[in-house]
């Protein structure tokens, strides 16, 4: 027991040691305050931050039928003022830098781009910053996992037997987690 109490106290002096050297260091702004520094700082180009979905419904095939899935939403960002529909049926061309394990498909305004991923229910956006602009070569990132509500559809429906899925909130707001360098398209 008294060896117990002497390695607890020595930790413990250890670890108070250690409180001035973590106290002097920098602290770094979340990502978050990142990117609202740098949207300050330059009223040409305002850096993408939150961003909303609306509308969103997404639509895949039952075993044995060949109808591509269907994803249908409308994106928002007040930051850049971008409003765009964003769209994906089979027939919106893969854009996706050469190596990337998922599919990128663009939005009706090409500066927005997305990833449905089936498997976990989830949507990734992903912004260019600034493409308008000499500075361009950056891109916002974020992923989301809607809440759905799903329902079987039958042979008679438009796209045959699936399940037609619609998003449980009206609005789904999303912040950016990521500021990356931009990948050149590949030919996927």
Known sequence: ML???IMLITNLHALVALVPLVASLPSMPSFMNR???LSSHDDQCPYPVHYKITSLQVWTPKNGNTHPMVIDFQYADEE???ATSCHYNGTQPNIAPTGLRSAQYACEDPSVRFIWDTEESSLSMIELACPHTPESGMEALDQITPRLSCVDTSKSTPFGEGSQCFSLDFAILGN????DPIEPPGNN
């Open 80 to 82: 850049t003022k971008i």
């Open 35 to 37: 990117l609202k520094y």
């Open 3 to 5: 060896v117990t109490a």
């Open 176 to 179: 950016f987690t990521a500021l």
